[in-house]
């Protein structure tokens, strides 16, 4: 069984700086597109970044410039470096992985538990 399991949140003062990490463990034969998504209070779920498994990577405009995606396919894992937090950038933090389990003919796409990132003013 595949799972996603992320680490690293917290709260943190406003300019501060936090690292989210998500590790895919199970029968995996291949991952392609690994991602970070956060949902606020009251608001839609947003994409935040994506990284391609040849690392090619997108990020939202609100983040550009702050927040860097990385991964190790090595290790099956994801992170995400966040710099000058904001206020704003309080949310739960989703990551997701679009992954062949071993012995699928498909990509199914699986999401973490979440993790509660709180930057304070």
């Known amino acids: 069984q595949v799972q996603l399991v992320e680490s690293g949140g917290g709260l943190v003062q406003a300019g501060g700086s936090l690292r989210l990490s998500c590790a895919a463990s199970?029968?995996?034969?291949?991952?392609?597109?690994m991602a970070w998504y956060r949902q606020a209070p009251g608001k839609q779920r947003e994409l935040v970044a994506t990284?391609?498994?040849?690392?090619?990577?997108n990020y939202a405009d609100s983040v550009k410039g702050r927040f860097t995606i990385s991964r190790d396919n090595a290790k099956n894992t994801v992170h995400l470096q966040m710099n000058s937090l904001k206020p704003e950038d309080t949310a739960v933090y989703y990551c997701?992985?679009?992954?062949?389990?071993?012995?699928?003919?498909?990509?199914?796409?699986?999401w973490g538990q979440g993790t509660q990132v709180t930057v304070s003013s």
């Open positions: 990284i391609t498994s040849g690392t090619s990577t």
């Open positions: 199970g029968s995996i034969r291949s991952i392609n597109v």
């Open positions: 997701n992985a679009n992954l062949r389990p071993t012995g699928s003919s498909y990509n199914w796409n699986y």
